[in-house]
Structure formats: structure tokens, C-alpha cells
């Protein structure tokens, strides 16, 4: 661009203030998403790359998301030759250390093969890949967690117990990094020990094809393809002893390669995992976000049009030619594009922990600038830039010179682009209102729902002491003025108990089980009709109860039990019934309860079986019910008094409404984000109406100035006005609805139980869109009405 013309563009952006301020605010915020965008996407995509043998480990997995067990894993190395060397992964949550003599912490470790850290190129700060796991008690732990314990004193050769074992520390990884698929944990630890740290008395844990619960990953031989073997895998398992055998065991093996696992639809919790559907929503929404200000751009180019064409004209008559001018149109656009990006950079690094927030990761943005992703997306930035001058640049320069200096430029062009884009901006604002809406609408849905049971005013705490010491807890607590009852469980709605599946007259049944006491029905205000029929002691058996990564042995009697409603359909059963037979075994039943939720409202509800908890028993959890108005309080309260008895032994303690609004957290962000991006799309549209209302006010001023020479009152030339835009948005509105109504109609699918789409969603979506479009013209109209008309016509 000449000096001349960069001189008269600088003067054409102080001179049309509103106009360069619009389009440049208008593409800020729309890059600002599209850095903070880029950001996130290159983060998860990015996951797992860095290890050296990515393209050589899969990760064997099933459509019901089942583990594996260690015979499995040998079997795999032992009868296909692809495979080089296999790692078992398993996380536990349980960890206990000691700071001090009287302080705690608790930390996650993960019980891994030895080739863990030779397969998979988690950096070692102290020690060899080859070497640290090769005893059978032996842990590696995080740098993290070396400093908690530890200080800036050397780890390695201390030792740490788990589960009453001692375990010697060999080496220090660095912490986990953010771009993996593994969970975050502080240690690692040798599987060849897990037999000695569950307690296990039946043999080798890692030679019981029966424990499958344990992540298997590969590593292939190089050349190998395991993925074309998946079905001779699944026949390999099936013949076996697995429970692949089994009739209701999976039907499908997958091996998926190491990059997929993040984004795999296929289950297991040693995992962090993202939706790729949720990722392709992102980058739909931010491209429509960025036409948005394109067309921004282009309507006030166009907007200009009739001032730009009279001095393109000049530049013809004067002997420029249309392609120079062309090339003028679009340099001019690119500048607004980097200069809105320059913004736009300041914005997503202030935008930052918004953005982390809401999507519960954790980007930075600094580094971006620092790489060459930086030349990419300045490359995207020069690429928008040219897009967005293409339609303005074709139109204003596509005239005759003379016929455009004879005003024929405003006669042809008629404002006729302008409106269609603005419709089309509209278009995206109203449908994004109704996702907003229905978004809210099902979020709020299911924090108010009625689950079954009372979920106000209790406490949960994990219970981390012995069995014995259970009903000194439950004194101690109830002494306290603000607690109303206490209850000790294994499994309540928010952890769902264990499972129990059994064959029953011909088809498989699924239950989910809790052992609870008595006061639990009252706590959480669940019905119970008995059946007439008191406790029936059955036969003993033997019960192997985990707490703390340790196996308990315990004696116990089969006692009779409570089913949900639910429970009695899929059995089959009405009335009140007393009993219920399991192919030779009879359990009896003590009552019906109504039915309850203990998932999510995505899921249906689930059949329950409930037991009474027995003395011997540890619980996993200790409810306590609240009273009166000093709730937090109490509830410090009661954690002094747990901290006593447990000596220092750290336990998780939450409310159980905060716990079960933690369910939707997920539907939460979702709708946080939308509903930015529904402002973002809102404010864009009213900047481009309200410029546009501008241009098409100023176009028509002589002719409002005559109607009101001749009598026109200030409402007549509004509603003239108002009339000529609001047409426009009324058609938006009727596109808009069909397409928001069919996205939120597919989304309110995945759920269970669901909100309904009403009629108002899409009355309250336009009313919004005309009341802001209208303020917007409003604005103008009123101070194009209200002048003088002589002030106007004088000139004439």
C-alpha cells in the first residue's frame, strides 16, 4: 500500500469512529475465542504425544469397559507374537503417609507392571527406567510429593509403608504433566507386590483370572498390527476362563492405539478423558463466531460503501486500476484483522483463567506466542483478514466511475447485502439463545428434581477407622448440639454400593447393593413398607472388605434384605412379596422402599438391594444429619471430633447436595460456555444493526426531514424505521427456531429425564432479539426524528 493511501485510511478511521471502533471491538472478541480455542485444541490434541513408543503402545478395551486381569495379560504375550511386552495399570486413591508424628496426607498411587516407565517416557528426575520397579516392593513418587514428605532431602532409600507393608522408594519421576491420558498420581508402585498389600490369602492376585480390574496397554513389536487380530484377541479370552466366556460377558475386544484413548467412547476409570464431540462443538461455534465479525466487517464496508466508491472512482478516473484498487480493499482489511489480533492477544491472556474455569482445564496462553503455532495462526489472522475485504472489495469497485459519481453506486447496492447478513447474524444469535435457555433450563431441572431422598442437611465423611471404633465415632458425634442422626453405610446414592449380578429365571439381573444401618432409611427419608416379615438370619460366609488398600477377613450371616420397586419389576415380583429365589438360595425380604436415584438424571433408575450393615463390618462412609442454623459450624465441629479419633489420619467431608450439583458440573460448563458464546453472537449482532441502523438513518435523513417538514409525527417516522430492520429479524426468528429446537431436541436425548423444549424458550429468544435490535434502532431513529428539519434541508 502506497503512503498516500495508508494516510487516507488512518484518516478514514478517525473520521468514521463508530464504524473502526465496531469492527475492530467486533473481530477482537472474536479472536480472543479463537486463541483461547487454539490453545485448548493443540492442549488436547496433543495428549500422549511426547512418549518415544506412541506409535508402537494400544490399550486393550471393551464396549462395557471391563479391566483385565493378569492371566489375560499373560496370555496375550504368550499366544500372539506382535506382542512385545505388556503394563498393567491401576490407580488407588488411598494412599497414607506421614508428614510427622501426629500429621497426615493422603496421596494416589498407581500400581504398575516393571516396564511401565521402559514403555511409556515418563521422565525419571532420579533413577532407571530399567531398574527402578524391578523389586517386588518398590515405589517410584513424584517430585510433588518427595517435597511433602521430605523436603529438599533425597527420597530415594526411605521407605514408605502401604497397607502395613513397608516399601522402599527407588526413584523420582516428575509430576505428571497435563497432556496425558493417566490420571494425576504421586507414586508408583510395583504390581508383583499387590498379593502382599491387599492381604490376599488365596494365591497370587496377579494369577487370579477373576481380579480383572486393571488397564492393560501394549507394546507392539515394530511392524506389528494388533488391531487386525481384535477378533482372534476376543476368541483367545472367550476359550480361556475369562469372563469374556461368560454369556453376558463382553462381545468385542479393542485395541486402540495410544493417541485415541483420550477421546475413546470406550470406558475405565484409570483414565482423564474428553469428548470429541464436545471439541468439534468448540471449533463449530468459534468458526460461526468468527463469520459473525466477518460479516461485521463486511456490512460496514459496505455500510461505508457509498463515501469508499466515490473515492475509488476518483482513483479510476485518475488511472488506477481495479486491480490495484482491489488489492487496496483487501490490505485494508488485513490491517483491521491485525490490528483486532494485537487486542485480541491482550484479551485471551486476561480471558485466561475465565476460560479454565469454565472448562475445567488448565491452558496458557504465553507459550502460544513463544512457538510456531504462533506463525499459523497469524497466517488463519492474514487469511480472515483477506476473506473479509473479498465482498466489499468486489462490490464498491465492480461499478462504472462515471455512473458512480451520478450516485448510481447507492441506487444498485439498496442495502439489499447488508440485511441479509444482519438476518444471518440474528440467525445465530436466536439459535444460540434457545441452546442457552434450554441448557439453563435443563441444568436447573436436574439440581431440582426429586431424587427419592433427602439430600439437605447431611454431611458425608469417609470412614478410615477400624470397625470397632464406629459407635464411639456416632456417640462422640451425637453429643453435638447441631446433629440430628448419624448413619454408617457401605454404599449410599452418591458412590452407588456394589454390584451384584445374578442369573434369575432365565435372564441376567444387575442389582447395585448397600449395607447401611437402620437410621439410614430415616436420614435420607426413604419409604419403606414392610412385608411382615422380621429379620431371617441365613447361613455364614466369609467377607473380604477393602479399606485403605487392605483386605479385612470378617465372618458374617446372610441376612434378609430391602428392594427399590425397581428391583421388584425386573424380578418380576408384586404386592409384598416375602422372598426370592436365586437358583437353589432363598433371600428373604423386609420391605419395599420407593425408588431412588444413584446416578446421574442421564441415567435411568437402577434396581437396589439393600442389607442391614453388620457389627464386624467396616463402613465406607458416616452420614450425619444437621439441625438448626449454625450447619458450617457443626460441621467444623464434627471434624474435630472425627481428627481425634483418627489420630491425624486425613478423610474426605462434604455436603450431600454440594456433592450431587457436583453430578452436572460437566452440563454446567457446557451451558457457561454456550451461554458466553450466545452473548459474544448478541453482541456482535447489535454492534452490526446499530452501525447499519446508522448508515441506513443517515442515507434517508433528507427524506425524513420532508415527512416531518409535511407533517410526520416523531412515532410515524419511527415506526417507518423500525419497520424497514425489524422484517429482517422476524425471518431470522423463523429460521432460528427449527434449528435450535432440533439441536437442544438431540442433546436432551442423552438424558434420562429431561426438561421439555415449551413454546415460550422460543417466544423468550425473539422478544430478546427484537428488544435489543430495537434499542439499538430505537436509538438512532429517535435522534434522526428529533432533528431539525431545516438543520437538514437547508442545503437543498
Known amino acids: 500500500m502506497r503512503t498516500a493511501d495508508m494516510k487516507l485510511f488512518v484518516r478514514n478511521l478517525f473520521r468514521n469512529k463508530l464504524y473502526s471502533g465496531i469492527t475492530v471491538l467486533g473481530f477482537a472478541m472474536a479472536l480472543t475465542f479463537v486463541v483461547l480455542l487454539t490453545v485448548y485444541i493443540r492442549q488436547e490434541l496433543s495428549v500422549d504425544v511426547f512418549h518415544a513408543h506412541k506409535d508402537r503402545i494400544v490399550r486393550l478395551a471393551s464396549e462395557k469397559g471391563s479391566g483385565y486381569s493378569g492371566p489375560m495379560a499373560a496370555m496375550l504375550k504368550e499366544q500372539f507374537p506382535e506382542v512385545e511386552d505388556y503394563c498393567l495399570f491401576m490407580t488407588n486413591k488411598d494412599g497414607l503417609a506421614a508428614v510427622s508424628p501426629t500429621e497426615k496426607i493422603r496421596y494416589t498411587y498407581a500400581y504398575v507392571s516393571p516396564s511401565f516407565f521402559q514403555m511409556f517416557s515418563f521422565p525419571l528426575v532420579q533413577g532407571n527406567p530399567d531398574e ?101 484377541i476376543l476368541s483367545s479370552f472367550q476359550k480361556n476362563g475369562s469372563y469374556y466366556g461368560e454369556e453376558d ?39 460461526v463466531i468468527l463469520m459473525l465479525a466477518i460479516i461485521n466487517y463486511i456490512n460496514l464496508s459496505i455500510a461505508q460503501g457509498g463515501m469508499r466508491a466515490k473515492e475509488m472512482s476518483v482513483k479510476k478516473l485518475l488511472g488506477s486500476s481495479r486491480k490495484m484498487l482491489f488489492m487496496q480493499y483487501i490490505t485494508e482489511s488485513v490491517i483491521m484483522c491485525l490490528l483486532a489480533f494485537v487486542i485480541a492477544c491482550g484479551l485471551s491472556i486476561l480471558a485466561e483463567p475465565l476460560f479454565n474455569q469454565l472448562m475445567n482445564t488448565h491452558i496458557e496462553v504465553m507459550p502460544l506466542f513463544f512457538s510456531w503455532m504462533f506463525l499459523a495462526v497469524l497466517a488463519v489472522i492474514v487469511f480472515i483478514g483477506v476473506i473479509s475485504g473479498l465482498v466489499p472489495a468486489w462490490i464498491v469497485t465492480r461499478f462504472n466511475a462515471i455512473e458512480v459519481m451520478k450516485g448510481a453506486f447507492r441506487k444498485k447496492t439498496k442495502g439489499v447485502y447488508s440485511k441479509v447478513l444482519i438476518s444471518f447474524q440474528y440467525v445465530v444469535a436466536i439459535a444460540l439463545t434457545i441452546c ?47 446433629v440430628r442422626d448419624v448413619a454408617f453405610v457401605q454404599g449410599d446414592p452418591l458412590d452407588g454400593g456394589n454390584n451384584y449380578s445374578f442369573d434369575y429365571e432365565g435372564r441376567h439381573l444387575s442389582f447395585q447393593t448397600f449395607n447401611v444401618d437402620t437410621s439410614f432409611f430415616r436420614m435420607l427419608g426413604l419409604q419403606v413398607t414392610p412385608t411382615g416379615i422380621s429379620n431371617v438370619e441365613g447361613r455364614e460366609y466369609m467377607r473380604w472388605t477393602m479399606r485403605n488398600g487392605q483386605t479385612e477377613r470378617v465372618v458374617l450371616r446372610e441376612q434378609s434384605v430391602w428392594l427399590n420397586k425397581e428391583a421388584l419389576r425386573q424380578l418380576g415380583l408384586e404386592g409384598l412379596p416375602v422372598e426370592f429365589k436365586v437358583g437353589n438360595h432363598t433371600t428373604s425380604v423386609r420391605g419395599i422402599v420407593n425408588d431412588f436415584h444413584i446416578r446421574d438424571l442421564s441415567q435411568k433408575l437402577e434396581p437396589v438391594m439393600i442389607a442391614p450393615l453388620q457389627g464386624p463390618e467396616t463402613p465406607w462412609t458416616m452420614l450425619v444429619q444437621l439441625q438448626g442454623d449454625h450447619q458450617f459450624a457443626t460441621f467444623d465441629e464434627i471434624k474435630k471430633v472425627y ?77 417507518m424505521l423500525m419497520n424497514s430492520f425489524i422484517k429482517w429479524i422476524v425471518i431470522a426468528f423463523v429460521i432460528a427456531c427449527p434449528l435450535g429446537y432440533y439441536a437442544m431436541n438431540r442433546w436432551l436425548m442423552s438424558f434420562a429425564y429431561r426438561t421439555t423444549i415449551d413454546w415460550w424458550v422460543f417466544a423468550l429468544a425473539g422478544i430478546l432479539a427484537l428488544c435489543i435490535a430495537g434499542i439499538m434502532i430505537c436509538w438512532q431513529s429517535w435522534k434522526a426524528a428529533n432533528t431539525n428539519p431545516v438543520e437538514v434541508l437547508k442545503s437543498e
Open 436 to 482: 442457552t435457555i434450554v441448557l439453563v433450563k435443563q441444568t436447573h431441572f436436574m439440581e431440582y428434581y426429586d431424587m427419592g431422598f433427602k439430600q439437605e442437611n447431611i454431611a458425608r465423611f469417609s470412614y478410615v477407622l477400624d470397625a470397632a471404633k464406629k459407635e464411639t465415632l456416632r456417640n462422640e458425634v451425637l453429643k453435638l448440639a447441631g
Open 132 to 232: 527402578v520397579l524391578q523389586g517386588r516392593h518398590s515405589m517410584v513418587i513424584s517430585q510433588a510429593l518427595a517435597h511433602k514428605l521430605y523436603g529438599n532431602e533425597s527420597p530415594v532409600g526411605k521407605e514408605i509403608k502401604i497397607a502395613g507393608v513397608t516399601v522402599p522408594i527407588t526413584g523420582i519421576m516428575a509430576d505428571m504433566p497435563e497432556n496425558t491420558h493417566f490420571p494425576d498420581f504421586d507414586a508408583a508402585v510395583n504390581i508383583k507386590g499387590l498379593t502382599d498389600y491387599w492381604g490376599w490369602p488365596d494365591g497370587d492376585v496377579l494369577e487370579s483370572m477373576g481380579i480383572a480390574t486393571f488397564s492393560l496397554y501394549v507394546l507392539e513389536k515394530p511392524g506389528a498390527d494388533l488391531k487386525a487380530r481384535e477378533q482372534d
Open 643 to 719: 481428627n481425634q479419633l483418627s489420630e491425624g489420619t486425613p478423610f474426605e467431608a462434604t455436603f450431600m447436595d454440594d456433592a450431587i450439583r457436583q453430578w452436572y458440573s460437566r452440563t454446567k460448563r457446557v451451558s457457561g460456555m454456550i451461554g458466553y458464546l450466545c452473548g459474544l453472537a448478541v453482541l456482535l449482532s447489535a454492534m452490526g444493526i446499530l452501525a447499519m441502523a446508522t448508515y441506513f438513518i443517515q442515507q434517508r435523513i433528507k427524506e425524513i426531514g420532508i415527512r416531518r417538514v409535511n407533517g410526520a409525527t416523531i412515532g410515524e417516522v419511527l415506526e
Open 249 to 287: 460377558g463382553p462381545k468385542k475386544v479393542v485395541v486402540e492405539p495410544l493417541e485415541q484413548i483420550y477421546f475413546s467412547p470406550y470406558g475405565g476409570g484409570n483414565r482423564k478423558y474428553n469428548s470429541k464431540g464436545l471439541v468439534g462443538v468448540l471449533i463449530a461455534v468459534g468458526g
